[in-house]
């Protein structure tokens, strides 16, 4: 199973019972202290005694403090940034530790020049991972041919190549009296590269018919 630690921020991979009898064990590791000592790894050992038997348990904490991801508006030209500190935590080059595992983050700003036959009144976006729908946004704010959508997702990948994984994006407009109209989707495989506020055209059929901005940002884990 999985989850998050509210307290800590503590993500649980996989948890395992050995079997159905297994007692429970306590043990306690301060993951703050490992995380403020920069430590990846560290190993807690115990012993369990039962009656005449006694069990010697070995448990390895790691660790890796993986910030947000943090854009920021340049006033000067209207664009986006990453905010430059995070540079280095965000390196998107492969490594033997870190292999195709990671964390994956996709984000959804705005669109530009988008054509319909009817009026773009009520536009929304449905985003896809790997098929499965992960966001549906609301209407958008400021609709007409560029409306905002400043929507996000992230995914934990693990156990197969990055680019097997895909992202979706299709721009829809709500019709009251009859079915929503597609404007046009866009189709991608996840890579290592980053992206930042990058324009994404979008098809009906090879037409264009207008432009997604789109971030994307690839964090390694290396014990994943």
């Given amino acids: 199973s999985s989850g998050i630690n509210a307290e800590y921020g503590v993500r649980v991979i996989d948890r395992k019972t050995l079997s159905s009898d297994v007692n429970w064990l306590d043990m306690e590791h301060n993951v703050l202290d490992q995380i403020r000592r920069g430590a990846l790894k560290e190993t807690t050992h115990k012993t369990h005694a039962e009656g005449s038997s006694a069990w010697n348990i070995t448990v390895d904490f790691w660790t890796f403090l ?3 991801i943090e854009l920021v ?5 209207s664009s986006l940034l990453l905010v430059p500190s995070l540079f280095s935590q965000t390196n998107c080059t492969a490594s033997p530790e870190s292999g195709e595992h990671g964390v994956f983050s996709f984000f959804l700003h705005h669109a530009q020049n988008l054509t319909a036959e009817d009026d773009l009144d009520d536009i929304y976006a449905i985003i896809k991972f790997d098929g ?6 609301e209407t958008a704010a400021s609709s007409g041919d560029s409306p905002r959508f400043d929507v996000k997702f ?15 994006i299709e721009i829809w407009d709500w019709d009251r ?5 597609l404007i046009g989707a866009a189709k991608f495989s996840v890579s290592r590269s980053m992206k930042i506020n990058e324009a994404t055209p979008i098809y009906i059929d090879d037409s264009p018919h207008g432009a997604l901005f789109i971030s994307t940002v690839f964090r390694p884990v290396p014990f994943l």
Avoid: F, M, Q, Y
């Fill in 154 to 168: 992230e995914k934990l990948l693990r156990g197969v190549e990055i680019t097997e994984h895909t992202v979706e």
């Fill in 73 to 77: 508006s340049d006033n000067t030209t």
């Fill in 66 to 68: 993986l910030p947000d």
């Fill in 177 to 181: 009296w009859s079915g929503d109209d």
């Fill in 132 to 137: 499965a729908t992960v966001i549906t946004t």
